[in-house]
């Protein structure tokens, strides 16, 4: 490609990494984002909203050059803290002793981000601007300047949507023939609130864990923050007995709090201001595919994959793309025919972190409680050490490796039906060390040898 121009579109998480990651290999990248400059903003200095990072995401920060900076001010957890109704404490490694996911505050990351984006000369911010569309018969791309009302249509030759969930890019793309695509919503919605740091400017919790209140239904869950704080989401039915639809007065909510959470109801001296305050937020897995249209547009990150937050896999999978888009012009250098339909079969993987996510959240709120699902959890880690070879438990293979989502998806549905096997073994609570356990994980090392085989 003589000319190397890109435009993206959206200036969240995934496309300023990207513009990193092009401006490295020289292109000319032009970032255009709706919202204002959030450095300029109040947005960074308030409070902090914050995201697990995993595996997935350190490799892409590794590639732009700032897994170190990011790694400064990252949280370790090193495995969920479960708390009771009556306020006990059970804690659940989520996999080898040196391996944790981290909490980053997204406002701090996205900054950092820009940042480094901006100390290349050849990439350029345009904020105020409103992607309203691109023209899929020319080659043309529409925003408005949200300031001065002006609206511009800009020649590109290639153009990446990271434009987020509810992308002006891929709804151009909706109007294509042949384009698929589906939205659907939970019918829980979330809330943040805020555990403040404790008098001393300590920690409330223990900080080295994503604390959870599983409460079968629904759940309260807590990352730690660097100024001692801790942001919590409720993730709750929108209507029904126990529902948001249900928590209108200040005593609903605090008797709701009260029943279900009483042990972090005193770590919350705001919690009816936060209630009241901030919004009650949805939350949608959106599916689409194809990702390019004519060799000239790709959608990244939640403008072609959005997922539920259960797997905190959202921007994982998003950096992810950059990653493997990265890799791919190893590969293939600028040849973006051969680019984008390499990638286009990351769609598989898309669809299988989507899945995976919507299971966990059945777990979260729900398993993490059970005595049998414990039970599973710590034969998990069993064959982990015992069987490093032949077994990797499904949370590892999405948290911990870069195996592909499908695979980790499909090793989901083959160690389900290993764990039923076992958990339906009379008194199993009392010998899950048994050799009967050892020798029905055998037999079902063997019956996947032989249907490798056999394909
Ligand atoms: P976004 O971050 O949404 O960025 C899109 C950008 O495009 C924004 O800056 C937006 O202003 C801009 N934009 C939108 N429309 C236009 C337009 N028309 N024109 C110009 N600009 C536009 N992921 C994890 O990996 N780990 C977690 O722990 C985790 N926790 C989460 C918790 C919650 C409650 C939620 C809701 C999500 C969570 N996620 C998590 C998911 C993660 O936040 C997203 O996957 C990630 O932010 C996606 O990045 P993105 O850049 O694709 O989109």
Redesign the pocket.
Known sequence: MENKKAII???????TLWAILLAKRGYQVDV????GDIRKAELVGGRSIN???SHR?WKALRKAGIEDTIRKVAIPMSGRKMHSVEGNLQFQPYGLEDQAIYSVS?GGLNLELMNIADDFSSVRFFFN???QGVDTRGTTIRFKDTQSGEVKDLEADIIFG???????VRGSLQRTPRFNYSQHYLDYG?KELHIPPTADGGFALDKNALHIWPRGQFMLIALPNLDGSFTC?LFLAYEGKVSFEHLNTDEEILDFFNTYFADAVPLMPDLLEDFRDNPT?S?VTVRCEPWTYQERILL????SH?IV?FY?????S?FEDCSLLDDLMDEHSDDWPSIFEAFGQRVDDANAIADLALRNFIEMRDLVGDPLFLLRKKMEARFLQKYPEHFLPVYSMVTFSHIPYSQALAESHAQDELFRKILALPNIEQRWEAPEVDAIFQQWLESRQVALNTI
Request: aromatic share 8%; glycine share 22%.
């Open positions: 579109v959206g200036a969240g998480l995934v496309g255009f984002e709706r919202r995201l697990a990072m995401g997204r601007h409103k992607c990271t434009d987020g969930a509810f992308s002006a979330y989401t937020a939350l990244m990150g939640d403008a959005a937050p905190g896999q959202g921007m994982n998003g």
